[in-house]
C-alpha cells in the first residue's frame, strides 16, 4: 500500500496563497486532490492524469494549479486567490492503489 503525506496547510487571510505537497511512497501515476469541509462531503479539487492531462473543479478554475515531480514522487496543489469557501482539509488520492493521506488543513479567514 502506497503512503501519501500531505503539507503545506495554514491559516491564510483571503486573496493569499498556498502551496500544497502530496509526497508518495513510491512512484505515481494518476493523483488528485479532494477536500472536505466541516459538514459536508469530500469532493475533488483537481486530478492530474498518468498522460499528463488535468482536470478542475469549477469552483477553483484559474486559481487553483495541480502539477507534479515524477522524480519526487510529488504532487502539488498551487492555491492562488484563496476565499473563507476554501477552507477545509485538502487530501491527496492515489488512483492506482485507493490510498489517502492523512489530510491537511487550510483555513481562509481574516
Known amino acids: 500500500q502506497v503512503q501519501l503525506v500531505e503539507s503545506g496547510g495554514d491559516l491564510v487571510q483571503p486573496g493569499g496563497s498556498l502551496r500544497l505537497s502530496c509526497v508518495a511512497s513510491r512512484s505515481i501515476a494518476s493523483m488528485g486532490w479532494y477536500r472536505q469541509a466541516p459538514g459536508k462531503q469530500r469532493e475533488p479539487v483537481a486530478l492530474i492524469f498518468s498522460d499528463g492531462s488535468i482536470k478542475d473543479a469549477d469552483s477553483v478554475k484559474g486559481r487553483f494549479t495541480i502539477s507534479r515531480d515524477n522524480a519526487k514522487n510529488t504532487v502539488y496543489l498551487q492555491m492562488n486567490s484563496l476565499k473563507p469557501e476554501d477552507t477545509a482539509v485538502y487530501y491527496c488520492?492515489?488512483?492506482?492503489?485507493?490510498?489517502w493521506g492523512q489530510g491537511t488543513q487550510v483555513t481562509v479567514s481574516s
Open positions: 488520492f492515489d488512483y492506482a492503489s485507493g490510498a
